[in-house]
């Protein structure tokens, strides 16, 4: 007969498959955070390139030699690149090597590895190893170099300890770039004067990437983009960020102001938004899937806790590490918070007899 | 489209594969020279053999008994004589007995030219008692006994009869044809149907995208002067399946392990319907069926009138074969069909379809991870379950979770396994477990 095929494979239904698989969102993430790290790289220097190369390259090896050590190859998942990428991303560009190293090697091997691997850790592996660090070395990891074009105005170092809001920093002399200025100037004149109103000088920085801080988390613009882009294609569900964002503005603008001038609603929320880690903690880190709630409600809930700790944290906490202990912290209840955040089960609604 | 209506939660959008056969107009495929009957292609308890080998059949004669009222006889499709009786493996799984017909002799009855059956004024008993010695079952996948489930207790009012030409699965376009060719003896089959169970009210669903269906439907139902209401439903998949329908057309939930009766409706498949119409009007028993033969590794798809009991090997070659090599060949749809790893399994009531798949139409391959949690296989489940804990629970057997889980609730659509990125086989494990529990409890 015609055409009679050989290998037909007897195997269970459903025989189609939309098409997704964990390298495919792995590989996604990925191509998300590059254009932030490049960033880094850029305002950073060279330096920057190193520590997120070191960070990649500790993880990788890492999941590699524990493979070995367990038989079970599993660095094609990408899941460790993801690691390494993002544990760079944590690094202030000045870090010794060493240090990046370390947080990648207790992320894969105890964060991850020790509870059995990619799907069964508990916490977000690339903030543990970001935490473990903060907490083993915390001076090399509180400074934060300044960006070359800031350096040259004489900030050589900068900590990050800085709470207050933009108008405190310009008047303790913080210098703005050049580019702000123009820009900022340039918007006031064309665009928000004929509204009433002005934006102070500082903030396009901020939201650029022109500040201190970390390599990955200093453009919130580029975070901001590649964030899109995961909510797009439905790897990060909107509820986290969304409620996450949401419930931390709205606390700064209530309850920021009140260190400063003594009153409510005067917090300054596009400072707290877009300074330290995040964007990169809400669109990045929290939503995980590992280690982030199953549904809908528990996500609100998840990242409203996000939020609420990371706003206690930052305005309270002696600790600079706001985003990433908030977020290490709600991982701890995920698995609380999905017992009480079924779906809705089909035909349970209660009799609906004809 | 805007303003459509489905069921709300969770649900997929494979792609639909329609168009490679829904333009073709029924065809007949050869008749076999050997046929092979199981005499388990239902719901319900085995027919019982009735022949034995070397005994002479006529098409259409009674080759396996039921034995009780959960059951369906199973006729044989063409004159001849049984070889043998033989073991034989389901391609539902399982195990069952056949008989095998060598073709023989003439097909003396055509059913077209006996004379109409007066159905209209027949008594409803005697309708259903013709719809069980015609051995019809539902032919949209599930093979349910229709004059079981059509045997409503006295008393019992039918708010709802929904005639369900949904057909969600991919690939397959068999009740789309009989909407379009059929139109009238599938009314008829609606107008029997009623006249047994006298629903108050009768709704038939057609996939919004069915544009020519529905039109058809509705011109003829306008020309009989009928109170029958099409209604286009959104193509998401499983909206064809019973309780998913009723939650759409009626916003109301079959009860968790209850029957659609329920919730005061029945639904019927079109193709069961047509069947319905030939076993009153002309007394003739299920032997054939549509089965739409698609997929891209066939030189000519198209949908087929078959002999039930006819080898899928002679469906292929009468499509003209592959142009290239299939990666799968499935006895009804990708979501819910059951690989064939050999051509010589028989066309059955319930196979609506013979799909070939290529690898490409597969969906990309991907290797098995563990689960990442990503919540998909929660979101596309209709039924509101967690596939990925359940699953977890059964592999640690640990049944009495899976229970509480709501592990008897999943329906085996396929929805959690088709958008799962770290291809964990969900559907199957689900099902193993379901089997597993269900031998726990005999015990």
């Known amino acids: 007969m015609r055409g009679e095929p050989k290998n037909l494979q007897a195997a269970a239904a459903p025989h189609v498959h939309v098409g997704t698989c964990t390298a495919g969102i792995m590989g996604t993430a990925v191509l998300c955070l590059l254009p932030a790290g490049a960033w880094g790289v850029f305002v950073f220097g060279a330096g920057a390139l190193k520590v ?29 690149l993801v690691t390494g990428l993002l544990v760079g991303y944590t690094m202030p560009a000045s870090v010794p090597l060493y240090i990046p190293a370390a947080a990648s090697v207790f992320a894969i091997a105890v964060a991850k590895m020790s509870f059995g691997g990619l799907g069964r850790n508990w916490m977000n592996p690339a903030l543990a190893g970001r935490a473990f660090v903060a907490f083993s070395w915390a001076e090399p990891m509180a400074v934060a170099a300044a960006p070359l074009a800031l350096a040259k105005a004489g900030m050589e170092d900068f900590t990050v300890l800085a709470k207050g809001p933009m ?44 500040v201190p801080g970390c390599i990955g988390e200093v453009s919130a613009l580029l975070l901001l983009l590649g964030g899109a882009a995961l909510l797009a294609r439905k790897i990060v569900r909107w509820e986290t960020p969304v409620s996450y964002l949401g419930v931390f503005g709205l606390l700064v603008w209530v309850f920021g102001g009140l260190g400063f001038q003594g009153l409510l609603f005067r917090g300054d929320v596009a400072f707290q938004l877009f300074s330290g880690g995040l964007i990169l903690g809400a669109f990045y880190m929290a939503p995980e899937p590992v280690t982030s709630p199953l549904t809908r409600r528990g996500r609100l809930i998840y990242g409203a806790g996000c939020g609420l700790l990371t706003f206690l944290i930052r305005f309270y906490g002696s600790l600079a590490e706001g985003v990433y202990l908030a977020i290490i912290f709600m991982n701890m209840f995920v698995p609380l918070i999905n017992r009480f955040t079924r779906p809705r089960r089909f035909g349970l609604a209660g009799g609906l007899k004809a | ?40 292609q ?46 034989m493996v389901p391609p539902a799984g399982g195990r069952c007995k056949a008989v095998v017909v060598d073709l023989e002799g003439a097909f003396d009855r055509s059913w077209k030219v006996r004379e109409p059956r007066p159905w209209r004024d027949v008594p409803p008993r005697d309708l259903l008692a013709c719809i069980r010695d015609c051995g019809i079952v539902g032919l949209g996948g599930a093979a349910f006994p229709t004059a079981f489930k059509w045997d409503l207790r006295r008393g019992t009012a039918l708010e709802l009869f929904v005639v369900n030409g949904m057909e969600s699965e991919p690939y397959v376009t068999a009740d789309h044809r009989l909407m379009l060719e059929k139109t009238s003896e599938l009314l008829t089959g609606i107008g029997i149907a009623c006249r047994i169970l006298s629903p108050r009210e009768v709704l038939i669903a057609v996939d ?77 028993p299920l032997i054939e069926r549509v089965v739409t033969v698609s997929g891209s590794p066939f030189r000519y798809p198209g949908n087929l009138k078959v002999r039930l009991g006819t080898r899928v090997g002679d469906l292929v070659e009468e499509c003209g074969g592959f142009s290239t090599a299939p990666a799968r060949l499935i006895a009804g749809g990708p979501m819910t069909g059951f690989a064939l790893a050999q051509l010589d399994t028989p066309v059955t009531k319930g196979m609506s379809g013979l799909v070939a798949l290529s690898s490409r139409e ?20 209709p039924w509101g379950l967690r596939p990925n804990l359940l699953y977890k629970w059964i592999r640690q057997r640990c049944y009495r979770e899976a229970l509480e889980e709501g592990l008897m609730d999943c329906e085996e659509c396929g929805c959690c396994s088709y958008v799962c990125p770290a291809r964990i086989p969900l559907t199957q494990g689900l099902s193993q477990g379901k089997l597993m529990n269900a031998g726990k409890g005999r015990r």
């Not at chain 1, 990649?56 to 890492?62: E, G, H, K």
């Not at chain 2, 969770?10 to 050869?30: E, Q």
Request: charged share 20%; with cysteine; glycine share 10%.
């Open chain 1, 52 to 80: 997120v190369l070191v960070s990649i390259a500790a993880s990788l090896l890492t999941e590699l030699l524990l493979a070995l050590l367990l038989h079970r190859f599993t660095l094609m998942d990408g899941s460790a």
């Open chain 1, 167 to 210: 108008d405190f920093l310009i008047r303790k002399g913080y210098p703005t770039s050049a580019m702000d200025r123009a820009l900022t100037g340039w918007l006031n004149e064309h665009l928000l004067a004929p509204l009433g109103t002005s934006l102070p000088g500082g903030y396009l920085d901020l939201l650029l990437g022109n």
């Open chain 2, 1 to 40: 489209m805007k303003g459509s209506r489905t069921f709300p939660e969770g649900g997929i959008y494979p792609p639909t594969h329609k168009d490679l056969t829904r333009h073709l107009a029924i065809r007949n495929a050869p008749l076999p020279a050997e046929a092979i009957f199981p005499l388990q």
């Open chain 2, 42 to 87: 239902h719901r319900g308890s085995p027919a019982e053999a009735s022949v034995r080998p070397g005994d002479r059949v006529g098409e259409g004669m009674v080759i396996g008994r039921a034995a009780e009222a959960f059951s369906a006889h199973v006729h044989s499709s063409i004159p001849g004589v049984v070889r043998e009786l033989r073991d």
């Open chain 2, 208 to 284: 919004e995208q069915d544009t020519e269906a529905i039109a058809a439907l509705e011109a003829a139902i306008q020309a009989r002067g009928l109170g029958h209401r099409v209604t286009p439903l959104e193509g998401k998949y499983p909206q064809g399946e019973e309780k998913q329908l009723l939650k759409a057309l009626t916003g109301r939930e079959v009860p968790s392990g209850g029957q659609s009766l329920e919730v005061g409706a029945l639904v019927s498949n079109v193709g069961t319907l047509f069947a319905v119409c030939e076993a009153v009007v002309l007394d003739k």
């Open chain 2, 362 to 381: 597969m969906g990309m391959k991907a290797w098995e991870t563990p689960c990442i949690s990503c919540a998909r296989c929660l979101e596309a489940c």
